[in-house]
């Protein structure tokens, strides 16, 4: 079976690769190299940084510490899940029914 890669995996893989870089991270340090503008400029507050930090608590089960780091971390991943899903599901479905025609 040959795999075809599409431009819309890239953007699918992206997003789940942030998503586990967001899982792998641990949201209550700060010593470490942050590429966000407002942070390096001395800043406490990011929605950004806010939205990330509120991803990586959601991951650790944290549900409380994710709300309050931003509100809308708990829909953002579900909306990114669901992207990634969509964008993968429909090539996987239409290989799965040329290889059950072929037979």
């Known amino acids: 079976m040959k795999y075809i890669f599409h431009r819309k995996h890239v953007e699918a893989f992206i997003w789940i690769g942030g998503l ?4 792998i991270t641990d949201p209550s340090t700060s010593g470490h190299l942050s590429l966000c503008p407002l942070k390096n400029a001395g ?7 806010g939205l990330g930090h509120s991803v ?3 991951f650790r089960g944290n549900l409380t510490a994710s709300f309050q780091s931003h509100p809308l971390g708990i829909p953002a991943v579900i ?3 669901a992207r990634s899903f969509n964008l993968l599901k429909n090539d996987v479905h239409f290989k799965r029914n040329i290889n059950a025609e072929s037979q």
């Open 56 to 58: 990586s608590w959601l």
């Open 43 to 49: 800043f406490d507050f990011c929605p950004g940084c």
């Open 79 to 81: 909306i990114l899940l």
């Open 20 to 23: 586990l870089s967001l899982a």
